[in-house]
């Protein structure tokens, strides 16, 4: 038998209005699975990684986690969202927090951990992100890349089933990009399931399992990083990669 994936998404649509950004998308994602989800802008990538948070309700078709549909709202939702981390492209720190105040918040008020303890592991994770000299720092103080580090830390706090990025490095000067790739694919090393909204072609071919080709609100292709960037199978594909690599 093979295992349930960790995620199911089934011939999920998504409408704002009159614009269909998600036609009728399938998608699983096994436990560990790192996967990328590649494409031009506008392709849809986005709204779904939001979806499968339910940061953006669906307009028809399922979603799963851990075999659990996606609860509507309340207590449910939160517990969902709990399993679930998620990094945005704009880092999303409370201002007038310190770095490890952002870090252990949720881990005292969901998950009701003591003070003393959620601090204690705040500190492990800002080492574990190379930011232990960062603890009472406001994210005025830090760079944007060690604000993003500092995000997928506070979301490891929660000890996700699942870490959800999307586009985390876009709003990164290009040298603040390998800082939070480099955490990234740690995490990845480390077995964490991951599905990565991304324009960084070398992480996605290098630090994860699977590609997935995103156009006009569908996933047209998926392979292997090395059957897609070498082989690529559709012209959309073909199309997209070429605009990349002649840049």
């Known amino acids: 038998m093979t295992p349930t994936p960790l995620v199911e998404v089934r011939a999920v649509r998504k409408a704002f209005g009159s614009f269909e ?43 799963t986690i851990d075999g659990q549909p996606l609860p509507e709202e309340g207590k449910a939702l939160a517990d969902l969202r709990a399993q679930v981390g998620m990094v945005f492209q704009a880092f999303n720190l409370f201002p007038h927090f310190t770095a490890l105040e952002n870090i252990s918040l949720a881990p005292i008020h969901v998950r009701k951990v003591a003070k003393p303890d959620a601090d204690a592991e705040a500190r492990e994770l800002l080492a574990r992100v190379g930011l232990s000299d960062k603890a009472d720092n406001y994210p005025a103080e830090l760079s944007g890349g ?40 740690e995490l990845a090393n480390e077995g964490m ?23 006009a609100g569908q996933i047209v292709e998926q392979n292997s990083p090395a059957e897609f960037f070498d082989t690529p199978k559709t012209d959309r594909a073909k199309d997209f990669l070429s605009k990349l690599l002649h840049h």
Request: charged share 25%; hydrophobic share 45%.
């Open 193 to 215: 399931t991951m599905l990565v909204v991304t324009h960084e072609m070398g992480f996605a071919r290098h630090a994860c399992d699977r590609v997935c080709f995103m156009d």
């Open 146 to 185: 060690e604000q993003q580090r500092v995000a997928i830390a506070r979301a490891l706090a929660m000890h996700p089933q699942l870490m959800l990025f999307d586009e985390p490095t876009s709003a990164l000067d290009p040298e603040m990009i390998s800082e939070v790739l480099d955490v990234m694919s």
């Open 21 to 63: 950004a998600l036609r009728g998308v399938d998608l699983d994602i096994g436990r560990g699975e790192k996967v990328a989800l590649v494409g031009a802008s506008g392709s849809g990538k986005s709204t779904l990684c939001r979806c499968i948070n339910r940061l953006e309700t669906i307009t028809s078709g399922s979603i």
